[in-house]
């Protein structure tokens, strides 16, 4: 191989790779979920670019309150956790609960 092949395959290979990282960084900055980073307010979803249709885990989103329009990254909501048996036993053991509260005494 050639000192000019060798010395294109590495620069070349070096830009294409700095690409890659750019793009990579910059969909990881993205904020998740559906609400708005600049207000809070939750966004509406819009229809996605060209490119976006190819990356499921984008949402291209509008805020109907500031105007803010962006990407968002599509997270799972998170699921309730439910207390195990272990962790029910654990409190069986620990200090009995207070009775619920009994409603006030009618007046007369
Ligand atoms: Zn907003």
Redesign the pocket.
Known sequence: MSDAALFVFVFGGLFVLRGIAATVVFLWILPDGIR?P????E?AAMQPSLALRYLRSFRSSW?M????HGVHRVTKPTPIRRRSNATRGANASSAPTPPPASPPAERR
């Open positions: 708005c600049q207000c809070d307010a966004t805020c309150i500031c105007g803010w």
